[in-house]
Structure formats: C-alpha cells, structure tokens
C-alpha cells in the first residue's frame, strides 16, 4: 500500500513539474520591449513537444535581420503534417504599439512558419532557411542545441507555386 502512495506521490509531482514547464512556456508569447524581438529557443526539439527553452532578447542588429528574413517569405497553404515539431518561436513589437505585436513559430514540418497576428495565422515558406539561419545566429553560445541542430527541411514539391514565385 505504502508502495503505491508513493508511487501516486511521484505522478501527481511529476504532473506539477510538467504543467509548470507548460506555464513557462505560454510566458514567452508576451510582447517584448518596443523595437524588439524575443527569442524563445530549445534544447530539445521534438514531435513529442520541445523543451529545455531559452528566452532572450535581440539587439537592434540581429532584430533587423530576422525581421528582413520574416518579411521576405512568401505565403503559403497551412502544412498537412501529421508529425511536426517546433524549432523556435519569436515575439515582435515594432514599435510602442500593441497593434503591431505578433508572434511567429517555425516548425520543422514542411520549414513553414506560422505568423500570428491579432488572431489571425498567417501560414509563410521559409524553404531556403534563410528566417532559420537568422535565428540561429542570433544564438547565444552553448545553449539551445536543439534549435541550433535542427534541420533545413525543404519542400520538394514541383509546380506548386506560391505568392511571390515557385517553390523549389
């Protein structure tokens, strides 16, 4: 009996810790400093569901350079993976107001991005990586193995086309 309380004692624990974890993660999608953008980065990236997260903040520099990546992507249909696994997600405030507020979530499904703004998702491309090469420049050393490690997987569709062109 004692075996089994104790037991139940290590799941209930085990649950706290994880809707902790769950928590912490919804605290990265608040909007960053105005002119800014938060990086929320993984030590694992995963189709279960990534974890050990790092969140920073991007100097002016590296924030233009993600926010040019991001701008040039085409639009896209929304992926139909039935694995996927988030690479990294990133919170931008262009300016003072909460209006142009978004955030962005690369997934490794398909190198699509989804764009999140004033509740609408906004499915882009991002086939030459170049909003995930950004992204892991902006790295700090030694942590985020995951993001950092995570492939370019492009699309090989042919004769698909996309807004602004063909894809590859």
Not at 42 to 48: E, G, M, N
Request: aromatic share 4%; hydrophobic share 45%; charged share 20%.
């Amino acid at each position: 009996m004692r075996t089994r309380a104790a037991v139940i004692a290590i799941l209930m624990a085990v649950a706290l810790v994880a809707l902790a974890a769950s928590l912490t993660a919804v605290e990265t999608t608040s909007a960053p400093p105005p002119g800014k953008v938060r990086v929320t980065a993984f030590a694992k990236v995963s189709i279960f569901g990534s974890s050990g997260a790092t969140t920073f903040t991007l100097g002016p520099n590296r924030a233009a350079a993600i926010i040019e990546a991001l701008r040039a992507l085409p639009s896209v249909p929304a992926p139909s993976c039935h694995e996927n696994a988030l690479i990294y997600e990133l919170a931008v405030r262009n300016d003072g107001s909460r209006a142009s507020s978004f955030v962005v979530n690369g997934w490794e499904c398909e190198s699509t991005v989804a764009k999140t703004e004033r509740g609408q998702t906004t499915w882009l491309y991002d086939g030459k990586c170049a909003l995930l090469r950004a992204v892991k420049a902006a790295l700090p050393p030694h942590v985020a193995e995951g993001t950092r490690d995570a492939p370019c997987v492009r699309l090989r569709v042919t004769g698909a086309s996309v807004r602004k062109g063909t894809v590859p």
